[in-house]
């Protein structure tokens, strides 16, 4: 299992990005995803998540209204549209999947982990 996150850069304050997770050697449609955040000196923290059960989609209170979680299961990738970004959006972003981790739980039980694309939102 692979997956490869992009999209990261360097974005002024009110600012926009999308972040995209490209997942091969699964199928997509059967497996959890869910999208990670790491700040510097920072424990990593969920973001977005959503199940491949019924597909329900959940956003940490802090990014709920600005960031959208979509999955794109035929072509097997998922994005995070960032809007409105502020500076406490500053990290390393995390695609991460499992076939049987649930949301909210913490990082520690996801099974296969994306590189990291490191989001910077200056003021």
């Known amino acids: 299992v692979q997956l490869q996150a992009s999209g990261g850069g360097l974005v002024q304050t009110g600012g926009s990005l999308r972040l995209s997770c490209i997942v091969s050697g699964i199928d997509l449609e059967r497996y959890a995803v869910a999208w990670f955040r790491q700040a510097p000196g920072k424990q990593r923290e969920d973001v977005s998540c959503s199940t491949h059960g019924d597909g329900a989609t959940y956003y940490r209170d802090s990014v709920e209204g600005r960031f959208t979680f979509t999955r794109d299961n035929p072509k097997n990738i998922v994005y995070l549209q960032m809007n409105n970004l502020n500076a406490e959006d500053t990290a390393v972003y995390f695609c991460?999947?499992?076939?049987?981790?649930?949301?909210?739980?913490?990082?520690?039980?996801?099974?296969?982990w994306g590189q990291g694309t490191l989001v910077t939102v200056s003021s």
């Open positions: 991460a999947v499992d076939k049987y981790a649930a949301c909210g739980i913490g990082p520690s039980i996801w099974d296969y």
